[in-house]
């Protein structure tokens, strides 16, 4: 526990949602929803407006449609959220060596390890000046929490939100946590809490006051032991600057139940192959792949093999998920499909094994006669006398061409939005990040003039940062906040 503020942590408020908005001008001030649209998708982020209504985060988006059947229901655009998280973690990193990040939109950092804070003025100062630098080079707003210690950051930067910046001062601790329901400690889920609550305690200052003893006994010697020391507002956790990967995975949740084995088959290699594209974006090779299959009556089945060597070739990736499916009943229909790679290392292991899968796969093509089908990638149809796999509906495909909120750009009208699709059209809104709301049009849905397009920068000339913190504006004026103040 550090006797000066100087571990912030950082959240961006709402980071999806408010994304979107700042891409999207029609959409600012309005319930926004992004996550999965399809009858078993689920929410990632609901903008503060959604929020009103009672839509949260992981909650099944069909009752999210129900609660608030106005918001806009948008895809996930990670392309987007990846560029704007990268521009925030460059200022975290020029604030410190020690940038601990969490997610896309949150991370901790170590200012005594780079010299930028050593006291709570200088600390509160240089909270305050990453909110405004943030602004000027992403157009969004995030919450920013100082403490001594990463716990109480990060209940600070959540007691700061929306856009709010909080200090918790040494010595306070014990006061601002005690009234605070237990789980506002991490590690105290639903189960844990309910334990608790059975046991009389409902808040930190019970479980303070319970003494370590009483908690060893009700939940063991390392998590009672642990959960003692938060409710005392001790932790002494450093930031971590390299928090490595155990794996990479991917997984779909399908709107029905797959029945057909070749069609499941067939999503598996497709999991499969986007999979090695994380894997290789990272830079990374892996040993054991994973399988994971939640059937119909929702058992999750989960299948590994480890390989010889670390690989990040696709097609020696694919044939052992499909070995691995090999060994799973299928019978009742699949609803979620999920492929990992696991055992992680920097390098890949160059044997005989990965170019003998591609022989054996080239061979099978050539003949079947498909050399024509394995150069184009195609997944659907057979020449070989095999059943198809599940054809999509030219909704489905419509919708997985044209998803909502996904950006486009027209021959005539410029760049634009998907705001939906359906009935062998495709309406979209043609506006950007800084210009006014725009105008909506509808084009049928294999128009030539229409293609899907990158997104925008949200901030078209952001402010030089480059020397940065050196050169950062003054703080904003107003109260000071520390011991529990928030401002925003």
């Known amino acids: 526990m550090r006797a000066a503020p100087t571990i912030l942590h950082l959240d961006m408020d709402a ?200 908690l060893v006994r009700l939940l063991g ?47 598996v290699e497709r999991l499969a192959d986007r999979c090695v594209q994380r894997l290789r974006a990272a830079e990374r090779s892996g040993r054991t792949v994973v399988l994971k299959v939640r059937r119909y009556d929702f058992s999750t089945l989960t299948r590994s093999e480890t390989l010889r060597g670390p690989t990040d070739d696709p097609t020696v990736v694919r044939e052992a998920a499909a070995r691995l499916l090999e060994s799973v009943d299928t019978t009742g229909g699949v609803r979620l499909l999920g492929v990992g790679v696991t055992g992680l290392a920097d390098y890949t292991q160059e044997d005989l094994f990965a170019q003998a899968a591609d022989e054996r796969t080239a061979a099978g093509l050539a003949a079947a006669g498909l050399a024509d089908r394995a150069e184009a990638g195609a997944d659907a149809g057979t020449d070989d006398g095999r059943p198809e796999p599940g054809p999509e509906s030219a909704e489905q495909l419509a919708a997985r061409r044209w998803p909502a909120g996904h950006d486009v750009r027209h021959d005539t009208h410029g760049h634009g939005w998907v705001q939906g699709s359906g009935v062998g059209r495709v309406t979209v809104r043609f506006e950007e990040p800084e210009s006014a709301p725009g105008r909506v049009r509808t084009f049928r849905i294999d128009d030539p003039a229409l293609r899907p397009a990158d997104p925008l920068p949200l901030v078209r000339d952001p402010v030089d940062y480059s020397s940065w913190p050196a050169s950062l504006p003054k703080s904003r004026s107003g109260p000071v906040s520390s011991g529990g103040e928030s401002r925003p």
Request: aromatic fraction near 4%; proline fraction near 6%; charge should be negative.
């Open 15 to 214: 980071f999806y949602a408010s994304a979107e908005q700042a891409a999207k001008p029609s959409l600012r001030g309005k319930p926004v929803v992004v996550g999965g649209l399809g009858p078993r998708g689920v929410v990632a982020t609901a903008s503060y407006e959604a929020r009103r209504f009672g839509v949260h985060s992981a909650m099944p988006m069909a009752q999210a449609r129900r609660l608030a059947p106005n918001a806009a229901y948008l895809v996930p655009r990670f392309s987007l959220y990846r560029s704007v998280s990268d521009q925030v973690m460059e200022l975290l990193g020029r604030l410190s060596p020690l940038v601990e990040p969490l997610s896309l939109d949150e991370a901790f950092v170590d200012l005594e390890a780079g010299g930028t804070a050593d006291d709570t003025a200088s600390a509160l100062a240089i909270g305050e000046q990453l909110r405004e630098a943030i602004e000027a080079v992403t157009g969004l707003s995030g919450s920013v929490g100082l403490a001594g210690s990463k716990m109480l950051a990060k209940i600070a930067s959540e007691e700061a939100k929306p856009d709010g910046i909080l200090l918790i001062a040494p010595g306070t601790e014990r006061d601002l946590l005690a009234p605070m329901p237990v789980r506002t400690l991490p590690g105290v889920g639903p189960a844990t809490a309910d334990h608790l609550r059975r046991a009389g305690m409902t808040t930190v200052n019970d479980l303070a006051e319970a003494g370590e003893a009483e």
């Open 221 to 267: 010697k390392a998590h009672g032991g642990s959960l003692h020391r938060m409710a005392s507002g001790r932790d002494d956790r450093p930031v971590v600057a390299e928090r490595d990967a155990k794996s990479v995975s991917v997984e779909d949740t399908f709107d029905t139940d797959l029945h057909d084995r070749v069609r499941v088959r067939s999503e």
